[in-house]
């Protein structure tokens, strides 16, 4: 069949237009008839169809020439109405002639399923072909029976495959045509389309089956309630059993929550409310009830009569049962418990703010009397901060720590911990948190701290399993060691020991870790952060589990640098102390033997005309002084050289060093000295002084030969008691400081723990005696002062010296007592009429003076034991010129007791000889009586001048010497 003749079989007016144009390209029979042969336009088409009554203008797509186009249809009285219900319901007509089996399909619209009617399904077994292969059998049964109730209407819902193979769900209902007998002859029906509303329904079933809630639909107009079947899986009850009435549903409510229940539904249907939400409590099937929110929404029809209810039953038992046991923790927590709703600001906190704070827990989050009234201003900017940042980047998690003022006005340090809960659109919707009063362990760590701080200097604590450890503030605080905090191990702490010692003390440390021993103690040296060494002091405890394996180490490491240093100070003080008796008792014998050398050696010069003999007793008198010198060095190093200290001016002093040193020192060597305008006045021995610092130039001069500066700074100082107790034999006063530095290749630590050793040189074979310093130190200890040394190789050695100040307003010289044996009574030398006492326990020392007195004219007088001793010095004391003594206050073994000698005229000089300098009583530098009027000054504490007799010693015959 062509397209021509397929458009002439339609017995309504059809029209082809070509949709550009706006006119007819083509006419059948019946268009022709009212147009005639001319192709009209589109709107003569519409006045032609509206000029005929009962008309009504199509307008569909129909097959031409391989495509479809546009075309207008006539169509007329009932079959008009028919066609435009037809095409508005988009149903498909058929025609099933069931004796010929035939099945003719008529549509108004394009929707036939993608099938082209003039050519499908044309038989029954072909449109059984289509059906899905699940509905196929049922549907040929359908087919072959009459309706089950014997009435004319067949009606059946099946799925149909369309023809580009996609499933349709239909609706077929037919009207059975019968012949005379009754047998059924034709049935003509619809099949329509239900796939959207099957699929809707299969998205509400899915919907309703999936969900806990259960799902009701309640029609007014009936009064049956429908329910999902979470009401069997959620509460056992059967959804289709029983009445599905409103009733029912009533009935289910717990009976005290059921009236108020009742009132509030009807309320809302009467108000001609929208929505209704109530919380109650709901029967299961075994009894019990559970917690639930009834959501419902109210469809009305136009004229505002209720048609439906639609709704929800969800189930909050857990949340109630949470909620309550969230009230009952919060209850007994001894912390404040908080939610926050940031939308609308309410806020809810346990009874516990009320007690550990004060205020009533009611109160909103802001305004006076709030929680945040209730933070210390200084803290609450960075709480803010804090929330406002969790809160805009996604945290749901954080926690700060802050100060609150409690009621009473008391500080109270806290921690909040907060977690946010969020909406599917990320918006926060509920903050949750815990406020901790964490004030008593607060002011235990501070105490801790303290005690920390006290006890050590840093502190550490080592995770051997998680291989870090974590050290205290004092790392930087006391060490300049930026280690604070926790750090993988190797740590920064293995770098800093001293290289030498480093080594040796990863092994016993790592010993420790691996053994039994539960603490471990070690001393060495660790670099502090500007790049010295620190003298420390290590204890470790090791935390062990049940089978002895460190789990952690805590320690604490102690600057014990002022500890070492003074104990190294104090040592060599002692050293040189013992090394100063040692050397002194040597000295006071080997002087005797001098003694003896040089004063027979002197007689022998005299009395010997050979010029040989004078020759070798004049060799002998240079060797005798020779060691005489050295004596005086050892002397001068054990402190036992007899001094003659006078008032000085340290003006004077130094006046008369610049005029030594600029004759000594090389024109290389610059000289600069600085004082103070006020120097406080001294008693020193000029010459040992002048001595003294003459040695330490002319050593500073020897360490700069490539040519340097030499420094000489005196000033006023007064030393404290701290300085006093770090630095062994200094003493607390006021002292004139004397300070030498050079610019030479300065001292390495183990020279200066050595240089005032005797004898001890770093000078070349010849260069030096290694007397000089020791001299230097044996000097200035018996004046009452202190020395000490500062030197770095490469950097200004320093020598820093201190003499006590004695204020004695002297206004007489000091003459040495041997003035007065050397000057006669008359002005003039008596031979022959001096009279000279003589004790000395030694006889080979007895034998000299004798000859001695004989050289010199003198009577002598030469006495026995102590005890006969005394006895002539009581009855020849008016007549004695000079008595010569051995030892008078060392001791009482062959000695006279001082205070015997108290009976002596005081014109009466004693003499002692050079190696009993050491006597606590004055010898040769006895000082003479001061001028009428003014008194001796008998105590010196520890000034410069050797103290005054105190009348110690040991108990000689019942009295004291």
Known sequence: MTETEYLDGITQPVWLLDEAAGRAIFANASARLLSGDALPDRDTIARLIAEQPDWTAHEMDLPWQGRNAPAILALSGWDSRYRLAARAA??????????????????????????????FPERLERWLDRIHPDDRARMSEATEND??????????????????????????RGFLLRDSTGAPRRMIGSMIDVSAIHEAEDRFRLATSASTDVIFILDFDTGTHWWSEALQTQYGHDPHG?????????????????????????????????????????????????HVI???????NADGRLARSVGSIVDV???????????????????????????????WRSDSYARLFGYDPKLGIEGPGS??????????????????????????????????????????????????????????????????????????????????????????????????????????????????????????????????????????????????????????RLRRGNGTYAHVRERAVALRDEDGEALRVIGSVQDVSDQVETAEKLHQTQKLEAIGKLTGGVAHDFNNLLTVMLGNAELLADRSHDPDSRAMAEAVMHAAERGAELIGSLLAFARKQPLRPLALDPRDVLAELNRMLLRTLPAYISLRMLADADLWLIEADPTQLQTALLNLAVNAADAM?????????????????????????????????????????????????????????????????????????????????????????????????????????????????????????????????????????????????????????????????????????????????????????????????????????????????????????????????????RARDTGDPGGIGRPAADGGGQDCGGRRS
Not at 147 to 172: K, T
Not at 267 to 279: C, F, I, R
Not at 318 to 337: C, K, T, Y
Not at 462 to 469: G, N
């Open 317 to 347: 038992t857990a949340l109630r049962d949470g909620q309550e046991r969230f009230r009952l923790a919060a209850e007994a927590s001894q912390d404040v418990i908080y939610t926050w709703s940031p939308a609308d600001g309410t806020a």
């Open 705 to 933: 030969p490539e040519g340097g500066q030499l420094m000489i700074e005196v000033s006023n100082v007064r030393l404290d008691a701290d300085y006093a107790a770090t630095n062994p034999g200094a003493r607390e006063g006021e002292f004139l400081r004397l300070a030498l530095s050079d610019t030479g290749s300065g001292m390495p630590a183990d020279v200066i723990a050595r240089a005032f050793d005797p004898f001890f040189t770093t000078k070349p074979v010849g260069k030096g005696s290694g007397l000089g310093l020791s001299m230097v130190h044996g000097f200035v200890s018996q004046s009452g002062g202190h020395v000490n040394i500062y030197s770095e190789p490469g950097l200004v050695i320093g020598f820093h010296s201190t003499y006590q100040l004695r204020d004695l307003r002297i206004e007489y010289p000091w003459h040495p007592l041997y003035g007065r044996v050397l000057r006669a009574r008359d002005g003039g030398r008596r031979h022959g009429s001096d009279s000279v006492l003589v004790e000395e326990r030694q006889g080979f020392f007895r034998t000299l003076p004798p000859w001695m007195c004989d050289a010199a004219y003198c009577a002598r007088m030469e006495s026995g034991p102590p005890v006969v001793a005394l006895e002539a010095l009581r009855s020849l004391a008016q007549t004695l010129d000079l008595m010569r003594h051995g030892q008078l206050a060392s001791s009482c073994g062959g000695s006279i007791p001082e205070e015997d000698t108290h009976a002596l005229p005081t014109p009466t000089p004693l003499a002692t000889k050079a190696s009993d300098a050491e006597s606590a009583l004055p010898g040769p530098e006895r000082q003479p009586e001061p001028p009428p009027g």
């Open 90 to 119: 988009g149903h498909v007509v058929f025609d099933w002639d069931i004796q010929s089996g035939t099945l003719q399909w008529k549509a108004e619209t394009a929707e036939t399923f993608g099938y082209d009617p003039a050519v």
């Open 147 to 172: 309706p089950p109730d014997g009435s004319n209407i067949w009606q059946a819902e099946y799925r149909f495959l369309r023809a580009d193979g996609s499933i349709a769900h239909v609706i077929d």
């Open 371 to 524: 929680w945040r009234a209730a933070i210390h201003r200084d803290d609450l900017p960075r709480m803010l901060a804090a929330e406002a940042t969790a809160l805009a980047y996604g945290v749901d998690r954080w926690e700060t720590s802050y100060r609150v003022h409690r009621s009473d006005g008391r500080i109270a340090h806290v921690i909040d911990r907060a977690a946010a809960a969020r909406g599917p659109d990320g918006a926060v919707q509920r903050i949750v948190g815990s406020i901790v009063d964490v004030s008593s362990l607060h002011e235990e760590k501070e105490r801790l701290r303290a005690v920390l701080h006290v006890a050590a200097d840093m502190i550490y604590e080592m995770d051997l399993r998680a291989d870090t450890v974590t050290f205290s503030d004092g790392a930087l605080e006391n060490f300049g060691l930026d280690w604070a905090g926790t750090h993988k191990r190797p740590t920064p702490w293995l770098r800093a020991v001293h290289p030498d010692e480093s080594a040796l003390l990863e092994r016993q440390f790592r010993a420790f870790a691996a053994g039994r021993r539960d603490e471990w103690r070690a001393e060495y």
């Open 242 to 290: 029983g009445a599905a009435t409103v009733d029912r549903w009533f009935q289910l409510i717990h009976p005290t929550d059921r009236d108020r229940i009742r009132r509030s539904h009807a309320a809302a249907l009467a108000s001609g409310a929208e929505t209704w939400t109530e919380e109650y409590r709901f029967a299961r099937a075994d009894g019990h009830y559970a």
């Open 294 to 300: 009834d959501r419902a929404r109210f469809f009305r």
